[in-house]
Each structure stands twice: as structure tokens, then as C-alpha cells.
């Protein structure tokens, strides 16, 4: 749980790590709010962790930035856990949630789990919302997700990025992996953050941070990266996919993974159209050794364990 002095009264930001996104609590006279609420399996303790913040008071609201499984997987958890806590989500997929297509949520397609959950309202672009005692813009911020927004509290120049921006980077260019260009609307919201001018940032993952010039410079290098070469990007994402299940499951025999890796739609698309001329299983070998190369992963004799 950090605090730091350049975070406005009542913000409290709950730092979790990559399996889950960070939980922004911000509480006032008007009623406690958390944005984003991590993965499915972390919902315990992420329930745990929000109740010691609040100390005794209810949650009223949960907003999500993106419907990623990162970031709403805590969505049921809390929604049982607080009754009448309204839930508020970005407008693009809010037909998909209350029909609950896990594959048009991309649930499916990047082989990850989310617990069904209700909303009761849009976080419309273009509008403000009262969270505690401070009025936040509400940005759209496509590019890692189509449908993302991203929350600017202009009094203390406080942004919420989501996974726009990181201290250092930005999240995979998702709707790229469905073959939608989408490079461009990763420019134009580095862009939009830039206009801003935060003071400070809160991302989706990582630390709180303020030198905000310096990482919109290390993420437009690396996004110069991706457009210059299409398939970086695609081993980028393929090697994020991998860690992320290896961050759920801790270890995982190696005949188990090579069945998720081929059951997995994103990542056979990702073969098929960037790595055909490599054979599936000397793909995943490589993914991995460069995942152990890096220390992200170990291989412990038919398992494959993460680090």
C-alpha cells in the first residue's frame, strides 16, 4: 500500500505487481471508489487488501479502465463482498458484459479467466465522475485496448494511465494480435497524455512515477520499435501471454503448457501469421528460452516454472 506525498488526500494506491494491476482506492466525504480490481485469482487477497484500506467503511464504487482480465478479474469478488457497490465500465464492450461473451472479452482468445460480473453504468469519454472529493475527466485511451480510458484529475495533475503508459512502456498492442492496425492509436494517446501534462502517474502496473517526459520518450522509442518491426511486437506479446499464465499457474509441466499454447487462439494466430516457417514446438522452445534467458522463467527437468 503506498501514499506517497505527490498523491492528493484520500488516494491510496494498493501496487500489486503483473498478474494483477494496481488498485487505486479514492476515498472522501462523498464515498470510497477502487479503479481496477486485478486477476480472478489474486480476488481474495485483493478483497483483503481493499477492506484494510477502508477500514471499516463500505466500498461504493468500482470503475475498471479496461475490461482486460488484469483488471476486472476481482469484479465478482468485490461486487459479493460489497452488495450495494455500483460498478461502472468503459461503454465499447458493456453489451458483451451484460450478454458475458468471454470471447468477444477476450477471455477466451488470450486463454485467461474472468468471473462473470454486472455493471450499472458507462464511463462515457468526454465526462467527468466525482470519485472521494476530487472530479476526474474521463479520456479514452485506445491502443493496448480499443475500449480503454484512462482518469485525469486536473487540480492535482494526477493521471491514472492504466496500461497506456508505464514508468517504462506501455502493454501489448492487443487489437494488433487481431490483425487491426492500431499502432497509430498508441501515438495519439501517448499524444493526448502528453497534452495533459500529469504530474504524476499512476499506471496499471509498476510503480507510481513523475518524470512523465522521460517515459512517454522511452515509449514512443519503443513503439518506433514495433512499427518498424511488426513481428517484434508479435514475439513481445507471445512472450507477455506465456509469463502472464506462468504468473497464474506458478509452474506447469511442459506437455501441459505445449496443450494450452495450441489451445490458445491469440497464439496461434500469432505462429500463423508471424512464425509459420517455425514448427510449433521448437516456437514454444524458443519463447521460452528467451524467457529464461532474461530470468523470467526456470526449467526444472519436465517443468516449467516461473521466476
Not at 477502487?34 to 468500482?62: E, I, N
Not at 506501455?170 to 497524455?193: C, R
Request: glycine share 8%; aromatic share 8%.
Amino acid at each position: 500500500m503506498t501514499n506517497p506525498s505527490s498523491l492528493p488526500a484520500g488516494v491510496t494506491v494498493l501496487e500489486r505487481g503483473w498478474l494483477s494491476a494496481n488498485n487505486i482506492l479514492v476515498q472522501g466525504r462523498s464515498g470510497a471508489a477502487l479503479v481496477d480490481s486485478g486477476y480472478c485469482t489474486h480476488a481474495p487477497q485483493t478483497v483483503a487488501l481493499v477492506a484494510h484500506a477502508l477500514g471499516g467503511r463500505p466500498l461504493d464504487l468500482l470503475l475498471n479502465t479496461h475490461l482486460h482480465s488484469d483488471h476486472c478479474g476481482g469484479n465478482a469478488a468485490l461486487q459479493a463482498a460489497y452488495p450495494a457497490m455500483q460498478t461502472h465500465i468503459p461503454p465499447g464492450q458493456a453489451a458483451f458484459v451484460a450478454d458475458w461473451n468471454p470471447e468477444a472479452l477476450s477471455y477466451t482468445p488470450t486463454g485467461q479467466n474472468c468471473p462473470r460480473f454486472h455493471f450499472e453504468a458507462v464511463l462515457q469519454p468526454g465526462n467527468e465522475i466525482r470519485l472521494g472529493d476530487l472530479a476526474w475527466q474521463v479520456h479514452a485511451a485506445p491502443g493496448h485496448d480499443h475500449h480503454s480510458v484512462i482518469l485525469f484529475e486536473p487540480a492535482s495533475k494526477l493521471l491514472l494511465s492504466a496500461d497506456a503508459l508505464w514508468e517504462a512502456g506501455f502493454g501489448v498492442v492487443f487489437p494488433e494480435l487481431d490483425g487491426i492496425a492500431a499502432m497509430d492509436e498508441v501515438a495519439a494517446t501517448l499524444d493526448l497524455i502528453e497534452r495533459l501534462a500529469p504530474a504524476t502517474v499512476v499506471p496499471g502496473h509498476g510503480k507510481v512515477f513523475t518524470d512523465v517526459q522521460r517515459s512517454l520518450a522511452f515509449a514512443r522509442k519503443r513503439l518506433e520499435g514495433f512499427i518498424g518491426d511488426p513481428k517484434k511486437h508479435a514475439n513481445h506479446a507471445a512472450k507477455v501471454l506465456l509469463k502472464f499464465k506462468l504468473l497464474e499457474l506458478q509452474r506447469v509441466e511442459y506437455a501441459a503448457l505445449q496443450c494450452w499454447v495450441a489451445e490458445t487462439p491469440y497464439l496461434q494466430t500469432l505462429r500463423r501469421r508471424f512464425f509459420d516457417d517455425a514448427p510449433a514446438e521448437s516456437w514454444l522452445h524458443g519463447l521460452l528460452l528467451e524467457l529464461v534467458r532474461v530470468g523470467a522463467v526456470r526449467r526444472e527437468a519436465d517443468w516449467v516454472v516461473d521466476a
